[in-house]
T-cell receptor, first 111, second 112 residues
Framework: GENVEQHPSTLSVQEGDSAVIKCTYS??????FPWYKQELGKRPQLIID?????GEKKDQRIAVTLNKTAKHFSLHITETQPEDSAVYFC??????????FGTGTRLTIIP | NAGVTQTPKFRVLKTGQSMTLLCAQD?????MYWYRQDPGMGLRLIHY???????AKGEVPDGYNVSRLKKQNFLLGLESAAPSQTSVYFC???????????FGPGTRLTVL
């Protein structure tokens, strides 16, 4: 089955700086890669996703890049703000049926 | 439109007791999922369903059973709870038209 590795497990950045979280996947047939944000005590919520026919996708301050050859994808958050502090999860799936999640990155924005 | 709801929100069990967690969605989604979330281990899929009357095993199915008798409900059962099942359980449903899994608020289960 699919295996998704996520790094780093914790990340602290100064407010206004950029944050990058990286994930690798094992199944070359995976074609859907979402990112979820989970605030403390809350449910995970989708923030951005990308499909394997696209190399990069942006939505305001967040972007995701995908390198199919190397089987890795990354989340980029620019101009970080205190409300960006949360745990972020990457995931991968072949089609849409089942997601395999990474182990999460706890992002802390330092004011 | 309540989205995905879970019952109960919290529960404490003794080893060997049984219980059922209820997930309900009012969005007419075909796919539903049960995950467990443990510190440092992300979200792991327990069981899932691709439609009413169907269920399938996920990554960590042992010790759990599920049923999907109605399209809007997905039940997760623990027949004989063990301390290793202490976790936060999330239900989710899939919206194919927008390519997104919607999660419920979670159930925090402690097994003593």
């Amino acid at each position: 089955g699919e295996n998704v590795e996520q790094h780093p497990s914790t990340l602290s950045v100064q407010e206004g700086d950029s944050a990058v979280i990286k994930c690798t996947y094992s199944d070359s047939a995976s074609n859907y890669f979402p990112w979820y944000k989970q605030e403390l005590g809350k449910r995970p919520q989708l923030i951005i996703d990308i499909r394997s026919n696209v190399g990069e996708k942006k939505d305001q301050r967040i972007a995701v890049t995908l390198n199919k050859t190397a089987k890795h994808f990354s989340l980029h958050i620019t101009e970080t703000q205190p409300e960006d502090s949360a745990v972020y999860f990457c995931a991968a799936s072949r089609g849409n049926e089942k997601l395999t999640f990474g182990t999460g990155t706890r992002l802390t924005i330092i004011p | 439109n309540a989205g995905v709801t879970q019952t109960p929100k919290f529960r404490v069990l003794k080893t060997g007791q049984s219980m059922t967690l209820l997930c309900a969605q009012d969005m007419n989604h075909e796919y539903m999922y049960w995950y467990r979330q443990d510190p440092g281990m992300g979200l792991r899929l327990i069981h899932y369903s691709v439609g009413e009357g169907t269920t399938a095993k996920g990554e960590v199915p042992d010790g759990y059973n599920v049923s999907r008798l109605k399209k809007q409900n997905f039940l997760l059962g623990l027949e004989s709870a063990a301390p290793s099942q202490t976790s936060v359980y999330f239900c989710a449903s899939w919206a194919s038209e927008v390519n997104e899994q919607f999660f419920g608020p979670g159930t925090r289960l402690t097994v003593l």
